[in-house]
């Protein structure tokens, strides 16, 4: 057999090195480390190296030299995942899409967009903003979460009651598989029944089948008119009631986010943060409404009709709105800043939410006495995000235990963050052999040798 460039380490190298230029191959340890390790800090590993293409005829190129070189791929965005499912473990090559960060113009007459898997979710917003249009979408990382990494894990966030979550907004993907072919499927036509839906496919495929380079995203009007309503409540239970409430009286609601007074406690700890009220509450139900006109007489009227308020605080301009958004948005760096997180991102029949709640502690204390649970997360979607402190991050028990009790009351594992590494034990408490085999077909399909995001959603070969 023909020796290729691409045959030893070096040759792999001088190979990329050619098609994206010498200062996008990283080898020298000190500038690896960033791609090496998480945003929670913990899960990490070593990379061979971490390649840096400019586009998609680019990132073909080192994926075939990849390919030939027989080296595994982990392909990378803001890194801003919390399961593990971006960065390396066990000497792979890591692809940051960061630099495919090209805009296209806003097609105003489709309300689309098509823009680089590189290119950042707050930049998306202002760019369709600059077009009275929107890119509905939204969370807590958009200066860093990049568009390929949010379809690959098909992410949620904080508006997915009124839009949606990312496989909504998706009406095309541009993607590279493993031995560097190029599939495109970028019209952005809202009906086209030819053949499978390969953009809904690769939409929560976390990399395992293919990398997204481009996306042609659906975009919304534009609404100006906000108000956000931060309640005090006793109970999960009043909460809830409270939301069925105003989301009944209330079509221009879009978001309802729910967290607890220990986690306002930390938040306000570990943030120059001011309480909203001058004494603390059980629970916090966090509302923002959005419309051509003014929602904030309407929501008004729709809380006034709620029998156990206990508070209220309201944001009509955009630094009072913000300020009420930052107790929430502040949770996940206030919980980092206080010691390495094991999260646990679930879901939830909203009839089984108080039941979750009231199980959880015992649960993590019979597990490990040490820990403490701080939820959060998007009550208008049943999904919540369990982050726990004081435990050992490489401990998997505490994992086990809460999703075990997740799946028991009828929930999911992954409401929105993907399966990654970190919760691959768990997949077959949810999926069935008939499932976990139609799914692995799909992977072996795309991926034969299993060298695309190796040990992440199925287990490593």
């Known amino acids: 057999m023909t020796a290729t460039p691409c045959d030893a380490d070096q040759g792999l190298v001088g190979a990329l090195e050619r098609v994206v230029g010498e200062s996008f191959v990283l080898t020298d340890p000190d500038l690896r480390a960033p791609y090496e390790v998480d945003w929670t800090r913990r899960f990490h590993g070593s990379a061979r190296l971490v390649v840096r293409p400019k586009d998609t005829d680019q990132v073909g190129q080192v994926l075939r030299c990849c390919h030939e070189a027989g080296a595994a791929v982990v ?33 105003t007459l489709a309300g689309q967009v098509s823009v680089g898997a590189g290119v950042t979710l707050a930049r998306v917003q202002e760019h369709a903003a600059a077009s009275d249009l929107h890119f509905p979408v939204d969370l807590a990382a958009r200066d860093s979460a990049t568009i390929g990494g949010m379809i690959a894990t098909n992410a949620g966030g904080i508006r997915v009651l009124r839009y949606g979550s990312t496989r909504a907004q998706v009406l095309g993907v541009e993607a590279v598989t493993v031995d560097g072919r190029v599939l495109t499927r ?33 975009l919304v009007p534009r609404l100006q008119h906000r108000v956000v309503a931060l309640l005090a409540l006793d109970s999960i239970e009043v909460a809830q009631k409270t939301l069925r409430r105003v989301r009944t009286a209330m079509p221009s609601l879009e978001a309802a986010e729910v967290f607890f007074a220990d986690g306002l406690d930390l938040v306000l700890e570990q943030t120059s943060a001011t309480a909203p009220f001058a004494a603390p509450h059980p629970v916090y139900l966090l509302l923002e409404c959005a419309a051509r006109e003014d929602p904030t007489e309407e929501l008004a009227a729709a809380l006034e009709e709620v029998e156990d308020l206990l508070d209220v605080a309201v944001g009509t301009d955009a630094e009072s709105r913000a300020r009420l958004w930052e107790l929430r948005e502040a949770h996940t760096a206030a919980i980092s800043a206080a010691g390495v997180p094991i999260k646990l991102d679930v879901s939830l029949p909203p009839a089984r939410i108080g039941a979750f709640l009231a199980r959880l502690d015992d649960v993590v204390a019979a597990i490990e006495p040490a820990a403490r649970s701080i939820v959060f997360g998007h009550l208008g979607d049943g999904n919540l995000h369990v982050n726990l402190l004081g435990a050992d991050p490489a401990d998997y028990n505490l994992e086990a235990g809460v999703l075990g009790l997740t799946t028991q009351l009828g929930g999911s594992i992954s409401a929105e963050h993907g399966i990654g590494r970190a919760k691959v034990a768990w997949l077959h408490l949810q999926r069935d052999p008939t499932d976990m085999a139609v799914m692995s077909a799909i992977k072996r399909a795309f991926d034969p040798d299993g060298r695309l995001n190796p040990g992440v959603l199925f287990p490593r070969r």
């Open 75 to 107: 392909t990378q965005g803001g890194n801003t995942g919390l399961v593990g499912g971006g960065v390396p473990d066990r000497g792979e090559v890591v692809l940051s899409l960061t630099r495919l960060d090209d805009l296209q113009e806003v097609d």
């Open 186 to 218: 970028m019209d952005g036509l809202v009906k086209d029944n030819a053949g499978y839906d390969l953009a809904g496919l690769l939409t929560g495929s976390e990399g395992t089948i293919a990398v997204i380079t481009r996306a042609r995203l659906r």
